[in-house]
C-alpha cells in the first residue's frame, strides 16, 4: 500500500475568533468586519463587422457572407446620411450626427503662444436611454 500526502489543514484559531483575510479592509461603520475587495473588471472584448456578421447569419440561418454584405450595406447607407449632414436616429441605439465647431483661440501646451484654431466638422454620438439603462 502507498502512503498518501497528508492534507493541508485550515489554520487553527481559538473558538469565537474568525479568520480574517490580508487583502480585505475595515467596513466603515462596523466593528471586526471586513469588505470584500471589488470584482476587478473584466477586460472589453474588441467586436467586429465580421463577429457581427457571424452571430447574425447564426440567428436568421442565412450565409456569413450575405449577413456581412448586409451589415456593409447599413453601415455604408449609415456613412452616407451623417456625410450629407443628416441625423441618424437608431431605436435603441442612438443618434450619430455631424455637429460644427466654430474657430477659436487655444495655447500651444507646448509654448503657451496663442493660435488660432480652425472651423471644423466633428462627428457626435448620442447614446439613446436604452442604452444608457442598459448599461
Sequence with gaps: MAKTAPKPSAPKTSPG?????????????TK??????????????LVTINHMAVAYAEK????????????????????????????????GLGTIEVRSRAARMGRNPA??????IAASRKIAFRPAKELKEAI
Excluded at 32 to 45: D, L, M, S, V, Y
Excluded at 111 to 116: C, D, N, R, S, V
Design 111 to 116: 509654448t503657451g503662444e496663442a493660435i488660432q
Design 60 to 91: 436568421h440561418e442565412m450565409s456569413r457572407k450575405e449577413a456581412t454584405s448586409l451589415l456593409a450595406e447599413i453601415f455604408d447607407t449609415v456613412t452616407g446620411h451623417v456625410k450629407d449632414g443628416n441625423k441618424v436616429r437608431i431605436a
Design 32 to 45: 471586526g468586519q471586513t469588505a470584500a475587495p471589488p470584482p476587478a473588471p473584466e477586460k472589453a472584448r
Design 17 to 29: 475568533k474568525a479568520v480574517t483575510p490580508v487583502a480585505s479592509k475595515p467596513v466603515k461603520g
